[in-house]
T-cell receptor, first 113, second 112 residues
Framework: GAGVSQTPSNKVTEKGKYVELRCDPI?????LYWYRQSLGQGPEFLIY????????DSGLPNDRFFAVRPEGSVSTLKIQRTERGDSAVYLC???????????FGQGTRLTVV | AQSVTQLGSHVSVSEGALVLLRCNYS??????LFWYVQYPNQGLQLLLK??????LVKGINGFEAEFKKSETSFHLTKPSAHMSDAAEYFC??????????FGTGTSLTVIP
């Protein structure tokens, strides 16, 4: 596609529910990143993929968070048993090669009530 | 490990004045350095990047940044601020083969 696409753009969920956030990277980009951005903060690294495998998942805050990229393109970030503290904007980015310029999507604003 | 420090979470300048946003990095290897801009309710947009070529890098919208290895700095400048420059600015570092680390951001306000 022309750019990184994230869906939904907004998600409101109740505490304890399960959510999935989707990222469709730029076609041909091998590396895909997930970041979380809280109000007034910089993007906080969660996980990145090189191809289908998670090359670094050290930023995932706990085992309620999981991400997949089964075919090396679209990625899904999954959050189980959501908590109010999970409320943030979740950003996805892709690069042609790891370490090169990252192109960001518009983000998914997750609100846990 | 890589890290980025942005001095000054809020910077205010008058329209037409010099913009200077500070960024210092820590990296054990020659880094790639980036400045991104984020307008309200929008995603991050690349302003410019340094990838070991010329130390003075020119970006979009009249911004530029100079890589100074001796000072481990990559400060962002613009000679004359415009009202449309009001936004959040993020400095980021990566090393080849690794992922990005962002600073906490600097909010730029332009006073008419």
């Amino acid at each position: 596609g022309a750019g990184v696409s994230q869906t939904p753009s907004n998600k409101v969920t109740e505490k304890g529910k399960y959510v999935e956030l989707r990222c469709d990277p730029i076609s041909g980009h091998t590396a895909l990143y997930w970041y979380r951005q809280s109000l007034g903060q910089g993007p906080e690294f969660l996980i990145y993929f090189q191809g289908t495998g998670a090359a670094d998942d050290s930023g995932l805050p706990n085992d309620r968070f999981f991400a997949v990229r089964p075919e090396g393109s679209v990625s899904t970030l999954k959050i189980q048993r959501t908590e109010r503290g999970d409320s943030a904007v979740y950003l996805c980015a892709s690069t042609k090669q790891v370490g090169e310029e990252a192109f960001f999507g518009q983000g998914t604003r997750l609100t846990v009530v | 490990a890589q890290s980025v420090t942005q001095l000054g979470s809020h910077v205010s300048v008058s329209e037409g004045a010099l913009v200077l946003l500070r960024c210092n990095y820590s990296s054990s290897v020659p880094p790639y350095l980036f400045w991104y801009v984020q307008y309200p309710n929008q995603g991050l947009q690349l302003l410019l990047k340094y990838t070991s070529a010329a130390t003075l890098v020119k970006g979009i919208n009249g911004f530029e940044a100079e890589f100074k290895k001796s000072e481990t700095s990559f400060h962002l400048t613009k000679p004359s601020a415009h009202m449309s420059d009001a936004a959040e600015y993020f400095c980021a570092v990566s090393d080849p083969g690794n992922q990005f680390y962002f600073g906490t951001g600097t909010s730029l306000t332009v006073i008419p």
